[in-house]
């Protein structure tokens, strides 16, 4: 019988580690990763309507640098798109991209025209089209020229104001979702809970990498590469406040944090992926071409194409050895279409 407990305890032994290493990665990754670029988000969020209520001028350096700032934290958070993200479509309330048919404009032009009411109120504005919501909307009305000078600048003014505090208020809600139910939902998943296992929290924390690291590379660099006969330079994310690469880069660092806390305490695959995310870092800080306006010319485009190829070997790493060791794989999204 003592030899039997033995043996039992044992054989229980690796799977017990194994369940404590996959807690610990998670929460590390809960409490390191993914609550502080929210604290981050709703903080500058805050920031950014704070400066809309005391300037809107639309040419404001403080307004533009509270837009930047608070941008910077939500593409810094944008591959976390589960949970409190995607209730009430929040993801996109804050960030309706890509928008290939122009929706954005001609919703901000309508409302612009028209001069509607709906604006005077950050609860009504909610029922707007989402695509007059967020942080492209804005861009918008901060630095496209046309919509900069549409109609009634009084009115232009209350737009700036109610969208940036419907971005804030929206940050708000994420934040609280995380802070106050989805932590826990992750750290401690059970049974008839939104997650079973250990095993499936790892599964989203994973998808949201693979997925990340496939948007950057399809769309925002994808975009406005097309093809070598058609170049789209003017399908650059963010061109108007010259923040293409910038998203590139936010994105890879905040993807490579955590890519290496999901590899966790397996050293040779987080040197790897440290140094796989480096190359194109390095890459992106010798481009000097911030809206990758210059697209169409050969050294130019062979730049961003190599920089395309090196996001694309991350991919390679993260799918064919950190997650089978992490016991994972990506599975379908919404990007890869039906």
């Not at 229980?12 to 990665?25: D, K």
């Not at 106050?180 to 296992?197: E, N």
């Not at 693979?210 to 330079?233: I, N, V, Y």
């Not at 305490?265 to 809206?291: C, E, K, V, Y």
């Amino acid at each position: 019988m003592k030899y039997l407990s033995l043996t039992l305890a044992v054989m229980a032994a690796p799977v017990t580690g194994l369940a404590e290493t996959h807690n610990a990665v998670i929460t590390d990754i809960v409490d390191g990763h993914i609550l502080p670029r929210f604290e981050t988000l709703a903080t500058r969020t805050r920031s950014l309507s704070s400066a809309a209520r005391t300037d809107c001028d639309p040419t404001s350096d403080t307004l533009r640098s509270a837009y930047g700032t608070a941008f910077d934290a939500w593409v810094s958070a944008s591959h976390l798109r589960f949970g409190p993200t995607e209730v009430d479509d929040r993801a996109f309330a804050l960030a309706f991209w890509p928008d290939s048919r122009g929706a954005t404009p001609r919703a901000l032009s309508t409302l612009l025209a028209d001069q509607d009411p709906i604006a005077t109120s950050v609860e009504d504005y909610t029922q707007v089209s989402i695509a007059a919501r967020g942080f492209y909307a804005m861009e918008f009305l901060l630095y496209d020229k046309a919509l900069m000078e549409e109609g009634d600048a009084n009115y232009h003014c209350q737009l700036v104001q109610t969208i940036s505090a419907d971005i804030a208020a929206t940050s708000q809600s994420i934040l609280e979702d995380w802070e106050t139910r989805y932590k826990i939902t992750m750290q401690a998943p059970f049974l008839d809970g939104v997650y079973r296992s250990d095993e499936e929290v790892l599964q989203e924390m994973f998808k949201s990498l693979s997925t990340g690291l496939q948007f950057t590379s399809e769309s925002r660099l994808g975009r406005p590469l097309g093809t070598f006969d058609r170049p789209r330079p003017t399908r650059a994310e963010a061109r108007r406040s010259s923040r293409s690469a910038k998203h590139v880069d936010l994105s890879l660092q905040s993807l490579q944090d955590l890519a290496t806390r999901l590899a966790g305490n397996n050293g040779d695959i987080s040197t790897r992926l440290n140094a796989s995310f480096d190359r194109p870092l390095s890459q992106l800080a010798t481009l000097d071409d911030p809206t990758f306006a210059r697209i169409a010319e050969p050294q130019s485009r062979l730049k961003i194409e190599i920089i395309q190829q090196s996001i694309q070997d991350i991919r390679s790493l993260v799918r064919d050895e950190l997650g089978p060791t992490l016991g994972v794989a990506a599975g379908f999204n919404s990007l890869d279409g039906d």
